[in-house]
């Protein structure tokens, strides 16, 4: 089920930050989930086979060989189904010396024998034999989502035989997944006919002689084959079997060790999913201290007794939300103090209390905590409030904890750390969401929030200052966000005249490119979006060299086709390339057309606890993800105008940022004198791991020594990087090997950081941000494997991730003490977008390369380019 899960879903699309692939595991724990979903069992277990020889290849040692090799892309995902099978408390069995459809016929039998219905759920056609009036078996027919029931009249039906006759069936035949050789000339129908003349393989045997024409020849010949295949195929129900059936009834999963396997998968719906299945465990609940009834707060003088009570003390806030159209407002606000609760309704409030609740929410004398506090700040100020004295957002906090958690939703974190469940559905349910007459009570929901943000707040300060956060937090993080909430307010003006053109040219050139492949195979007409008929004009119509096999027949995916294209120059995938390439550029053209806001502007919204490095990512749309290096996309950039008012943008970035944290943490000699020589470092590389001058690195040099050098930085296997280069596997190894002789202190580091992130349990990056990486300590291979890759990578990007959020809190400082009105508006990656007022230019381009060049004190010079222009391109430097 594995392998079948492994092929049905792309590797290319299943894999970690690190890459580790996971499509086989992701298959198969999604089906597992669909299976209990739709049969709800009482117990469950699952086989695995072993690598050790059976009795079935001790007797015959041809058994089974002639497969493929194992891909590599597979290798290790049996032992990570283990491990979630482990989390989820359901026993994986495998014995020594037999298969695992030995274990599972045993179980069926002793399932039988027991009073249970069994349904066995197996890609192997021998598993029909054990089909009975109370097992059924599931055998998946399309991937793994079309697993039909096979009963006894379905096997019959198919194959003229009944389920107790299959392995007879099977021993004529033969089996090709097994290498065991049937009877020549011998198909199913006809093997299917003798069963049911003679009654079974023995009674065939008996009447041998009886059994005219070439096929009774062909059978006499074969006949030790065919005894040989039903010894082999019959599957044993007598095994001694480890464990029981009270180890097998299905329980709920360890939530705790699903969280942490999941974060290092990155298994995000599959989560969700496992957890909705299984539902909140009643055990885990904590018992809830009860909320103190709430206060509402109905004016300026009742805000102001209540304020002038509890205000002293750290105030939990969390603003009641109502969504029409698209848009999210603010109408009311709770808060939660030590032991009391209140809450205001924005909807009718009169001009003195919004006077008294303004001064309350601006002051930095109420200290106060809330759960995502860039949003919270840009709900009020939409609503006229400037929100600060804001001490902890609970969101980052907990984030900063455990970076690698996938959902920092207030949700699921009152749900791990306080065992509080804050699902409205389930609360609606218990009475706690009363409704009055007017609608729904937004007041108790929002109070509850505030009561558990608070108390969060208390539970997670002291988990932050153990984990060395604290700093991060309040002088990091915070304030960044406060940057961040100003950046997405003021969004980036868009010329959409532009890019309306941009979207019909890209039209364009997807027409002429779809006529082109069409005029390629004589007019044929076909979707070139459609996997299925691309297959048949590419390896039936055309006759193309085969790519790799999948469960579809052969990939037709990006790589594949340009490694096709550059192998036969067919006009037909010039003309298919073109056609992808350019309806990718539409799609995001179409996204960023949706985008733009009502004052021409695009606003992305920045996340600050997605990735486990550090790193910012843009969302709605992610405007990190446009092309630069092609023409294409550089005429997007082209698209991100200066706004009215102002005189031009400005872009600075970082020149190999990544490559200098690398020279700083490894203190290697080379790559420092590279840097302060000003010398070309791919090229300086280049000429040491090749032994040229670096006149004469080529090109093709310098983008080995380049992708390999990056590579590093990311844990890059010999493997990884082999496929990266499309090089063989050796010669990628020979060049790491080549350029850690040169370069020793880099590999003398590498090891380093993996060594003491395993006695220390964590990473940590130059300003203290600490990666906890748990499975480093595992005894299941691969997830070491994933998580000392996260070890490599970690204090290199997070550091970079420190650099410029450092930066950009310099640069906004920089800005204000100069009282310039210049504004920053985007950060991509290690890249700054600034909108520049007018005479502010040479003002602007000196605060952003001091700001910029002081964010770190490195052994090497931290590089800043700068450009200017009026567009985003046109800005490019």
């Known amino acids: 089920m594995a392998f079948r899960a492994f092929y049905a879903l792309p590797a290319e699309n299943f894999a970690t930050d690190t890459g580790q692939h996971t499509n086989a595991v992701h298959g198969f724990v999604s089906m597992l989930l669909t299976m209990i979903r739709q049969q709800k069992p009482t117990h469950v277990a699952v086989a695995f086979d072993l690598d050790t020889p059976t009795f079935r290849s001790l007797e015959y040692t041809e058994y ?18 283990r491990k979630v099978m482990e989390a989820m408390n359901i026993p994986s069995i495998s014995m020594d010396g037999f298969e695992a459809d030995d274990i599972l016929a045993t179980l069926a039998a002793k399932g039988e024998a027991a009073g249970f219905e069994v349904l066995v759920v197996s890609g192997d056609r021998d598993a029909f034999q054990m089909i009975t ?45 097994d290498n065991l050789p049937g009877v020549p ?17 023995p009674g065939i045997l ?14 006499r010949e074969h006949v030790d084959n065919v005894t040989r295949n039903r010894r082999l195929n019959h599957l044993l129900t007598d095994l001694e079997l480890p464990v029981g059936f009270e180890a097998m009834v299905l329980d709920r999963p360890d939530r705790e060790a699903v969280e942490e396997l999941f974060d290092a998968l990155q298994f995000n719906t599959l989560r969700k999913r496992l957890f909705d299945l299984f539902g909140d465990d009643p055990v885990e609940a904590a018992e809830e201290e009860p909320i103190p009834a709430h206060e509402l707060l109905q004016d300026a003088a009742g805000l102001e007794t209540w304020i002038g009570a509890h205000g002293a003390q750290l105030l939990g806030l969390h603003a009641a939300t109502v969504t029409s159209a698209g848009a999210t407002d603010v109408v009311g606000l709770a808060f939660a103090s030590n032991d009391a609760t209140a809450f205001i309704s924005l909807e ?23 759960h995502d506090f860039k949003r919270t700040y840009k709900l009020l100020k939409n609503r006229g409030f400037e929100l600060a004295g804001v001490h902890d957002d609970t969101m980052i906090s907990a984030y900063l904890i455990q970076p690698d958690r996938r959902s920092h939703e207030l949700p699921d974190i009152a749900q791990q750390h306080l065992r509080i469940s804050l699902d409205e559905t389930k609360a609606a349910a218990n009475g706690q969401l009363a409704l009055d007459l007017e609608g729904p009570d937004l007041a108790t929901p929002a109070v509850r929030a505030a009561h558990v943000v608070r108390a969060l707040s208390l539970h997670l300060a002291p988990m932050l200052l153990e984990r060395g956060g604290t700093d991060l937090l309040k002088n990091l993080e915070m304030p960044l966000s406060l940057i961040l909430a100003h950046m997405e307010m003021s969004g980036i003006a868009i010329d959409t005249a532009r890019l309306d053109e941009l979207y019909d040219d890209f039209t364009t ?15 044929q007409e076909v979707n ?28 037709t995916d990006a790589e594949s086709l340009a490694d096709l294209l550059v192998k036969t120059g067919h006009p037909f995938l010039v003309a298919l390339m073109a056609y992808r390439d350019a309806t990718k550029l539409r799609q995001t053209v179409e996204g960023l057309r949706k985008a733009v806001a009502s004052d021409g502007r695009i606003h992305t919204t920045y996340a600050q606890t997605v990735a486990a490095t550090g790193r910012l990512s843009s969302l709605n749309p992610n405007l990190q993800n446009i092309p630069v290096r092609s023409e294409e996309g550089r005429r997007i950039r082209e698209v991100f105008v200066v706004g009215d008012g102002f005189q031009t943008l400005l872009t600075a970035d970082y020149s190999q940022i990544e490559m200098r944290i690398m020279a700083h943490l490894s203190g290697d000699e080379g790559l420092i004198q590279a840097y302060e020589e000003g010398e070309d470092l791919h090229r300086f590389v280049g000429s040491h791991v090749f032994g040229v001058e670096p006149a004469e690195v080529t090109n093709e040099m310098r983008s080995k020594v380049k992708a390999m050098s990056y590579g590093l930085a990311y844990g890059l296997s010999s493997f990884g990087l082999s496929k990266q280069l499309k090089i063989s596997v050796d010669e990628a190894r020979t060049l790491m090997k080549d350029y850690f002789a ?6 003398d580091y590498l090891r380093a950081v993996v060594d003491q992130a395993r006695k220390d349990g964590y990473t940590e990056t130059i300003f203290g941000r600490r990666r906890y990486l748990p499975e480093l300590a595992s005894d299941n291979r691969q997830l070491r494997d994933i998580a000392e890759r996260a070890a490599l990578n970690a204090p290199i990007q997070g550091s970079a991730a420190d650099i410029i959020k450092r930066a950009m809190l310099g640069v906004e400082k920089g800005l204000a003490d100069a009282g310039l009105k210049s504004r920053m508006l985007l950060q991509v990656h290690d890249e700054l977008v600034l909108e520049v007022a007018t005479g502010e230019l040479e003002t602007v381009e000196q605060i952003v390369r001091e700001k910029m060049g002081a964010a770190a004190e490195l052994s090497v010079p931290l590089d800043v380019h700068v450009g200017a222009g009026t567009s985003w391109q046109d800005a490019a430097h």
């Open 742 to 747: 040169r370069f020793g202190a880099v590999r």
């Open 528 to 555: 070139l979006s459609s996997p299925k008929q691309l297959q048949v004009v590419l390896f039936e119509t055309l006759d193309l060299p085969k790519t790799k096999k999948i469960k579809t027949g052969f990939t």
């Open 133 to 177: 009036e109370k097992t059924l078996v599931l055998y998946p027919k399309k991937g793994i989502s079309d697993i039909p029931p096979m009963d006894g009249d379905a096997v019959e039906a198919k194959y003229f035989v009944r389920p107790e006759q299959y392995s007879d069936l099977a021993a004529l035949v033969g089996e090709t997944a």
């Open 348 to 370: 009718e409030i009169d001009e003195e209390t919004e006077k008294a609740l303004a001064q309350v929410l601006s002051s930095e004398s109420h200290t106060k905590t809330v």
């Open 509 to 523: 050139t997807i027409n002429r490119a779809t006529e082109e492949a069409f005029a390629a195979i004589d007019g």
């Open 64 to 81: 089974k060989a002639g497969r493929n090799k194992t891909p590599e892309e597979f290798h290790g995902q049996i032992d990570l189904i």
């Open 206 to 219: 008996e009447n041998i002689d009886n059994i005219k024409g070439k096929v009774g020849e062909s059978l």
């Open 185 to 201: 000339g011998v198909g199913p129908k006809t093997a299917a006919k003798w069963i049911n003349l003679y009654g079974g393989l």
